[in-house]
């Protein structure tokens, strides 16, 4: 099963479960939601299920739904839908999921999570299993523009971008202006400051895995299609058991790819292929066991 934490909120006790007797933590109290400094990493250690404690990085539009459903039984969860805790109130095992939350404010760090993480985080880095999830680019974007545009709940700040409603035109050309802005957003260095929700949606992967250097920060990066043994052989190298991870993998856009194809053009394919240069080279050489 896995652990499940409850963000403060006013009215309800803080911690919805008794805090795991193996970390040592403390009861629940008015000490318990402290959690410790910054001012010095700390030693993540590993759900009870493993041996060897496992960081996922969640890209957007990368089936974090998914993912983050068939990690339920090894992953210490933490329900920050209402109130979204700090890192210092926490405990460090819940520190994995704030990082993947964009709505956690990481201030320059905002796209390069893996840093981070790496320097300011965790002081046993180099004895974590960290690993990600690289999606086709191509497929990525797209997602990105239906889930972002189409989608009413999300799509109110990048149509005024747009600047005009989106039935009288094709998505060929929506899809163009959704592009432009893209590229716009994430050619400042404070394109974070702008509109951190869309940021995040549309940030390339490849400053969030890698070091000042381009060197890739994490364990392994896993491919896409191959998400189920993937992470059932990483559970195993993590001393865990493989059987208990089971596909839950969710295709959200299933009916809106079925209902409305669409197809990027040429042209269209050679400016993703421009903003997102390194993630292609990080998808063609993902992992696939």
């Not at 409850?6 to 193996?22: D, E, F, M, N, Q």
Request: hydrophobic share 40%.
């Amino acid at each position: 099963m896995s652990t499940r934490l409850t963000a403060a909120i006013p009215g309800r006790p803080t911690w919805a479960v008794p805090v795991p007797r193996h970390l040592k933590w403390l009861e629940p109290g008015p000490e318990a939601f402290a959690g410790p400094s910054l001012a010095t990493r700390t030693l993540l250690e590993p759900h009870p299920a493993l041996k060897r404690p496992l960081f996922w990085l969640h890209i957007k539009k990368s089936a974090g739904t998914s993912m983050r459903r068939m990690l339920q039984p090894i992953w210490f969860d933490l329900d920050s839908f209402y109130v979204l805790p700090g890192f210092a109130q926490v405990h460090p095992v819940y520190w994995n999921t704030l990082l993947n939350n964009p709505r956690t404010p990481l201030g320059d760090y905002g796209a390069r999570r893996g840093l981070f993480a790496s320097k300011f985080l965790y002081s046993n880095w180099s004895e974590i299993f960290s690993f990600t999830v690289a999606r086709n680019p191509i497929d990525r974007v797209v997602s990105m523009f239906f889930y972002k545009y189409i989608t009413p709940y999300h799509s109110s700040w990048l149509r005024r971008c747009l600047r005009f409603p989106r039935s009288p035109f094709s998505l060929a050309r929506l899809f163009d202006r959704f592009l432009g802005i893209v590229e716009e957003v994430h050619a400042s260095p404070s394109s974070f400051l702008r509109n951190t929700d869309f940021a995040a949606h549309t940030a390339p992967m490849s400053p969030d895995v890698t070091d000042e250097n381009g060197r890739i920060l994490l364990t392994k990066v896993i491919r896409f299609e191959s998400m189920l043994p993937a992470l059932r052989a990483i559970v195993e190298e993590c001393g865990g058991d493989p059987s208990a991870i089971v596909s839950a993998y969710e295709n959200r856009g299933r009916i809106r790819k079925s209902s409305r194809p669409f197809q990027p053009s040429t042209r269209q394919i050679e400016m993703m292929k421009r903003v997102f240069a390194r993630d292609f080279e990080l998808y063609e050489s993902a992992w696939r066991p």
